[in-house]
């Protein structure tokens, strides 16, 4: 009889190397003639305001279906895998892997959804253990756990994407990645179901990591179909002996899921918060742009740091009294600040009037007139008049915020943000039949 079973894992990577996709891959490849898959493998990025977290706190879930010692199989090579395969030396690497079979506790599934936007305990997850259908390992201290319950607890059932990730050959890793960057630019004209493959306004390919991981390119878009378009259209000078596409909850906002008043906010989790700008935005050092917003139970400042670019720039238009939702995550106080939004997106819902008060005109020789002084009215400068009761002249000044949603550049958007251009994209209840994941994965692993 054949029996479904979940595996997940995380923090097998280091900010020198390796990659959790990777190792997935590799993974794919060992157990992909034993069993059936029942999704794409699943990328799930989890709150990214957490401190512990190598590049973008990405877990991977499988979920598959297999005879009994087929799953064994699996669950041995999975093991062996992430033994071995993780950058255990680093000492902010502390892998961990979930096996669930058949059903997925409803627990599990809550703790994925906390998983999004607070900061859990390895101990708290743990707890799963107890669980007669779920196995955990921990390798160090394991925190890795956390993130393999997270995604696996995490189906994907509403919006999601695509990204079809690249390897290069080992003997690579740490080199430059060497492409035609013109085939970059035409791939993104011929796929506009891909997204945030170029920077136009930072003139940046976006599609190519920087780091001396194994990933030489990673192209996002709505549709598998689309995304492996792109892929045969770059062309890259160099050997990529493999590929594999995920489904992930990249790009989709998911970890702004809960709105807290600012006397809840505690740091490291992602918060969304309605509230008034109470403090008019400033520039400190370092270019960053600081402002202060309040609701009824208490006052906070937002910051929006140098790497956002021109976003600081809209975000300085802001003024006292602008109504306005902040999404962001809490940086705990230091000795240097206090807690602080860190400003990942924000949606103005009601700008202030802007209005500019003159000094009215002379009824009887036209000059300007001058205050009188406070509560006296004003006097003509030249012929002497008084005016007691004339007030002054309003003339209303347009603001050059718009009631909107406002953005960093991509280049300072986190893996979960929603761009702008997937606004009114959803891809809700698009999953794929069983079968046609199988014939693709099949193709992907074959080349
Ligand atoms: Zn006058």
Redesign the pocket.
């Given at each position: 009889m054949k029996k479904v079973l979940y595996i997940g894992f995380d923090d097998t990577d280091s900010l020198r190397g390796s990659c959790t996709t990777h190792l997935a891959t590799l993974i794919i490849h060992e157990i992909f003639d034993q069993v059936s898959f029942l999704d794409f493998p699943n990328l799930i990025r989890l709150n990214p305001n957490i401190p512990y977290k190598t590049r973008g706190n990405g877990a991977v879930a499988l979920r598959i279906e297999g005879e009994e010692k087929d799953l064994e199989y699996c669950k041995e090579i999975v093991i062996d895998k992430v033994k071995n395969l993780s950058e255990v030396d680093d000492e902010n690497t502390n892998p961990g892997i979930a096996f669930v079979e058949n059903i997925i506790p409803k627990e599990i599934i809550v703790h994925s959804q906390r998983a999004m936007w607070d900061v859990i305990s390895i101990k708290e997850a743990e707890e799963f253990s107890s669980f007669s259908n779920v196995e955990i390992i921990k390798f160090k201290l394991g925190r890795g756990i956390i993130g393999a319950l997270g995604a696996i607890g995490n189906p994907l059932k509403g919006d999601f994407t695509y990204e079809h990730l690249s390897y290069r050959e080992p003997k690579k890793f740490g080199t430059k990645r060497l492409i035609d960057s013109d085939s970059i630019y035409s791939a993104d004209k011929e796929t506009p179901l891909t997204f945030n493959n170029i920077d136009y306004e930072y003139d940046s390919i976006m599609i190519l990591p920087r780091g001396a991981d194994p990933v030489f390119t990673g192209i996002r878009g709505e549709t598998v179909e689309e995304v492996r378009k792109a892929y045969s259209l770059i062309k890259p000078l160099e050997k990529l002996p493999m590929q594999m596409v995920f489904r992930t909850n990249q790009h989709t906002n998911q970890h702004f899921s809960e709105k807290f008043s600012i006397n809840e906010l505690k740091p490291h989790i992602s918060a969304i918060v309605d509230a008034e700008v109470t403090k008019e935005p400033r520039y400190i050092e370092g270019s960053h742009l600081i402002f202060s917003v309040s609701d009824s139970t208490g006052i906070i400042d937002c910051a929006a740091y140098e790497p956002t670019k021109r976003f600081r720039g809209q975000l300085s238009k802001l003024r006292i009294g602008d109504k306005i939702t902040v999404f962001g995550g809490i940086r705990p106080a230091e000795k240097s600040h206090q807690m602080t939004i860190n400003i990942e997106r924000l949606k103005i819902n009601e700008l202030v009037k802007n209005n500019k008060l003159e000094s009215p005109f002379?009824s009887?020789?036209n000059?300007r007139l001058k205050s009188a002084g406070k509560n006296k009215g004003y006097k003509?400068p030249?012929?002497s008049?008084k005016f007691r009761e004339l007030l002054p002249n309003v003339t209303e000044i347009p603001r050059e915020l718009k009631l909107k949603d406002y953005l960093p550049p991509m280049i300072a958007q986190r893996h979960l943000t929603k761009p702008l251009v997937r606004k009114n994209r959803d891809n809700t209840s698009k999953q794929k039949q069983k079968i046609e994941i199988n014939n693709i994965l099949a193709d992907l692993v074959k080349n």
């Open positions: 002379c009887n020789c000059a003509c030249k012929c008049t």
